[in-house]
C-alpha cells in the first residue's frame, strides 16, 4: 500500500512557506524525497533515516517520526526553481529494499 | 561521471509487437530498479536487479514482461506483445548500495507509446 502525500496541490508566492507530508501504515525503515519537473525525471533530495531526524537541501528540510510512521517536507522562502511534484518514497521493513512511492504533490511557485 | 543512460527516449509500438527498454546504471552502482509512471501518476515500482539476479520483481505483470540485468551490458525491460495499456514512461534508477542509506539516481526515462 502507497504512502498518502498531502496536500495533493499547493500553490505558492514566491518567497513563501510550505509543507507536504507523507504518512504510512507501515513500520519504515526510510523515507527518500524527490521532485519532479513535468517530462524529466525525478531528482533525489533527501534521505530520512532515524527517527526525528532533519536534513536539509538549500532551504528545503525534512523531518521523520518513526513512530507516527510519517515523514514532512519543508519548503521555506520558497523560489520559482521549486516548482514540480514532489513524491516521497519509504522503504518499509517488511518489502524489502524497494521504494513505495506516494501519488505526488503539486507545487507551483509563482513570481 | 555519467549518470543513469536510458535509450530510446521514445519509442512507438504497435499492438501486438515487442518493446526493450535499455538501461546503463551509474558507474559503480550494481543495482538497477524500473518503475512505471502514468501521467499525472505517481511511480509504480516494477522489479529491482542486481548483477545477473533478479532480487525483487513484485511489481511486474506476470504476463509479457520481463527484465534482466546481465553481466555485461545494460539493464533491459522486455515487453512482448503491448497493449494500449502499456502505455506509459519507464524509469529505471540505479543506486550503489540497497537499503535506506543508498540514494536512487534516475535515468531520463522512456516513454512508450502504442498504437
Known amino acids: 500500500q502507497q504512502p498518502v502525500q498531502s496536500p495533493q496541490a499547493v500553490i505558492l508566492r514566491e518567497g513563501e512557506d510550505a509543507v507536504i507530508n507523507c504518512s504510512s501504515s507501515?513500520?519504515?525503515?526510510?523515507v527518500h524525497w524527490y521532485r519532479q519537473k513535468h517530462g524529466e525525471a525525478p531528482v533525489f533530495l533527501m534521505i530520512l533515516l532515524k527517527g526525528g531526524e532533519q536534513k536539509g537541501h538549500e532551504k528545503i528540510s525534512a523531518s521523520f517520526n518513526e513512530k507516527k510512521q510519517q515523514s514532512s517536507l519543508y519548503l521555506t522562502a520558497s523560489q520559482l526553481s521549486y516548482s514540480g511534484t514532489y513524491f516521497c518514497g519509504t522503504e518499509d521493513k517488511a518489502a524489502g529494499n524497494k521504494l513505495t512511492f506516494g501519488g505526488g504533490t503539486r507545487v507551483l511557485v509563482k513570481p | 561521471n555519467a549518470g543513469v543512460m536510458q535509450n530510446p527516449r521514445h519509442l512507438v509500438r504497435r499492438r501486438g509487437q515487442e518493446a526493450r527498454l535499455r538501461c546503463s546504471p551509474m558507474k559503480g552502482h550494481s543495482h538497477v530498479y524500473w518503475y512505471r509512471q502514468l501521467p499525472e501518476e505517481g511511480l509504480k515500482f516494477m522489479v529491482y536487479l542486481q548483477k545477473e539476479n533478479i532480487i525483487d520483481e513484485s511489481g511486474m505483470p506476470k504476463e509479457r514482461f520481463s527484465a534482466e540485468f546481465p553481466k555485461e551490458g545494460p539493464s533491459i525491460l522486455r515487453i512482448q506483445q503491448v497493449v494500449r495499456g502499456d502505455s506509459a514512461a519507464y524509469f529505471c534508477?540505479?543506486?550503489?548500495?540497497?537499503?535506506?542509506?543508498?540514494?536512487?539516481?534516475f535515468g531520463p526515462g522512456t516513454r512508450l507509446t502504442v498504437t
Open positions: 507501515k513500520a519504515l525503515y526510510s
Open positions: 534508477a540505479s543506486s550503489q548500495g540497497t537499503g535506506g542509506l543508498s540514494e536512487q539516481y
